[in-house]
């Protein structure tokens, strides 16, 4: 516990000093996603009953989460194991590299949490749209520690920036808008949508929008995110010795 604990102390020491980086990063995506698709078309849509603006928010903050949770662990695991060549250090050191994945998980998490409470802060001042839940909170967590754990896999298994870039733009991209972020997934073709079914983000943004769901819907989205981190953290946990 004293190496977790070490671990989350260098990250919480990094945050501060990129505090005003990490916050603005954190907001310009949202904002203006909220500002062209909520605020410039929420007033003239409306989509299974209810308002575009209140139908978006959820998808954005699930989008948000993703991509900051992914990218603050994957480029951290990559550029220290390719540049700085600090993750050598780590595996000699007595550190169990079991803990240390999971301090950089629990870290890249928190720096998604983060993220989606400015998003919450920011839209509680313009619109009541947004319903808050423990449900809500507790899957807007969840899916920061699915994409954490993506994140460290894919920073330990990609050799090249490049390649870290391409796998952004091959999958967590089309990712953010194929899962029902901006539409209902029910509008892609079938074939499609199966595929879509599988994506741990779509069921985070199901489970968002889990009004007029049942519990059994609620528990399987929630079921699956678990599902997806336990096996991520699992193989994370039997390469992390071998990535060097």
Sequence with gaps: MIGLYGLLWQEFVVFKRKFFTVTIGALISPILYLIAF???LGNSLEIDGMSYMAFIIPGIIAMNT???????????INISRLYYKTFEEYMVS?????????????????YGA?????????VSLFT?????????????????????AAGFFVGLMIN?????A??????????SFLCGTFFPIAKMPELLRGFIYLLPLTHTNLALRSAGETAVQMMLHA???LAYFIVLFVLEARVCKNVE
């Design 38 to 40: 909520g605020w410039g």
């Design 66 to 76: 993703m991509m900051v949770s992914f990218n603050s662990t994957a480029n951290s």
């Design 94 to 110: 007595p550190i169990n590299m079991t803990v240390y994945t999971l301090g950089k998980i629990i870290a890249g998490a928190l």
């Design 114 to 122: 983060y993220s989606a409470a400015l998003i919450i802060i920011v």
């Design 128 to 148: 009541s749209d947004l319903v808050l839940t423990p449900y809500f909170i507790m899957i807007a967590v969840l899916n920061c520690f699915v994409f954490s």
């Design 160 to 164: 090249s920036h490049s390649d870290m």
């Design 166 to 175: 391409k796998f952004s733009s091959f999958v967590i991209t089309p990712m």
């Design 223 to 225: 079921g699956v995110l």
